[in-house]
T-cell receptor, first 114, second 111 residues
Framework: KAGVTQTPRYLIKTRGQQVTLSCSPI?????VSWYQQTPGQGLQFLFE???????NKGNFPGRFSGRQFSNSRSEMNVSTLELGDSALYLC?????????????FGPGTRLTVT | AQSVAQPEDQVNVAEGNPLTVKCTYS??????LFWYVQYPNRGLQFLLK??????LVKGSYGFEAEFNKSQTSFHLKKPSAFVSDSALYFC?????????FGTGTRLQVFP
């Protein structure tokens, strides 16, 4: 099976712009989660989607949003970019048939805001 | 608040020696606990998990972890370290469908 894929891998944007990141989960996985990873804050949970519905949300401002399509692919959008949004954004998918299912991570999208 | 703690920012081990990367958790009820590894410029790779049952869990690449409920710990171990084990290791706990990560421990294995 192909792993979790994320596009693009690298992105450079300027403050005030918006950005959309894409994630394709492992085939058959219905849950997709997004995380922000920075040296200072570590790994922080953004949100989780399951069957096109946002099921969980972390403590991020409304500028961060996402969606999931019927084929389980997910997108994450950040509007009005700030310098502090520079980070590695990781997407993870899981079967989610039981609470103990592990998540499989993509390689991430490295976003740099200048 | 539910949390996962990794008390060591870095662990240094000589190749061939046993290694331990520590993790403690504060998750109510019966926690689901995971270990992940991250190599430079890569996403996280799943190593092992504890759901229920045997307290000693075996995972990928010869790693194992022991769940200790009384000490609320889930330390990652390997009997003999390799230089290629050098990476960033994350412990995570899951409760209410949210995965909470520790701050990570950088493992450095010296030849």
């Amino acid at each position: 099976k192909a792993g979790v894929t994320q596009t693009p891998r690298y992105l450079i944007k300027t403050r005030g712009q918006q950005v959309t990141l894409s994630c394709s989960p492992i085939s058959g996985h219905r849950s997709v989660s997004w995380y922000q990873q920075t040296p200072g804050q570590g790994l922080q949970f953004l949100f989780e989607y399951f069957s096109e519905t946002q099921r969980n949300k972390g403590n991020f401002p409304g500028r961060f949003s996402g969606r999931q399509f019927s084929n389980s692919r997910s997108e994450m959008n950040v509007s009005t970019l700030e310098l502090g949004d520079s980070a590695l954004y990781l997407c993870a998918s899981s079967l989610d048939e039981t609470g103990g299912d592990e998540q499989y991570f993509g390689p991430g999208t490295r976003l740099t805001v200048t | 608040a539910q949390s996962v703690a990794q008390p060591e920012d870095q662990v240094n081990v000589a190749e061939g020696n046993p290694l331990t990367v520590k993790c403690t958790y504060s998750v109510s009820g019966n926690p689901y606990l995971f270990w992940y590894v991250q190599y430079p410029n890569r996403g996280l790779q799943f190593l092992l998990k504890y759901i229920t049952g045997d307290n000693l869990v075996k995972g990928s690449y010869g790693f194992e972890a022991e769940f200790n409920k009384s000490q609320t710990s889930f330390h990652l171990k390997k009997p003999s370290a390799f230089v290629s084990d050098s990476a960033l290791y994350f412990c995570a706990g899951k409760r209410d469908d949210k995965l909470i990560f520790g701050t990570g421990t950088r493992l450095q294995v010296f030849p």
